[in-house]
Nanobody
Framework: QLRPVESGGGLVQPGGSLRLSCASS????????INWFRQVPGKEREGVLC????????YYSDSVKGRFTISRDSAKNTVYLHMNNLKPEDTAVYYC?????????????????WGQGTRVTVSS
């Protein structure tokens, strides 16, 4: 299990873009598919999309298709979430987490292994 650190959130106007980063200080990120989730206060955590170790993308949310993409930089041990044409409904705290293996399955790690997340606010 990895202990990820998310960064890159902030306040952006509708239609704007952000790039979120998911890094792991330990070894092993290259061994796992990496999922991005998001959560709005009072609602359940929602899967957004995932990248496998072979860099295949799986979308869990139809609402982000065509706007969000995901990439990984093995040399930097980092996975990026590229968010374009942001909408107010994208406002949430975004979390990354490793999947259970090389492929995307939507695996949800135990509570104690989640990072702090990074807050994205889309507002004019």
């Amino acid at each position: 299990q990895l202990r990820p650190v998310e960064s890159g959130g902030g306040l952006v106007q509708p239609g704007g873009s952000l790039r979120l980063s998911c890094a792991s200080s330990g070894f092993g990120m290259e061994l796992y598919a990496i999922n991005w989730f998001r959560q709005v206060p009072g609602k359940e955590r929602e899967g957004v999309l995932c990248i496998s170790t072979g860099s295949e993308t799986t979308y869990y949310s139809d609402s982000v298709k065509g706007r969000f993409t995901i990439s990984r930089d093995s040399a930097k041990n980092t996975v990026y979430l590229h968010m374009n044409n942001l909408k107010p409904e994208d406002t949430a705290v975004y979390y990354c987490a490793n999947d259970s293996g090389e492929d995307c399955s939507g695996y949800i790690p135990p509570v104690g292994l989640w990072g702090q997340g990074t807050r994205v606010t889309v507002s004019s």
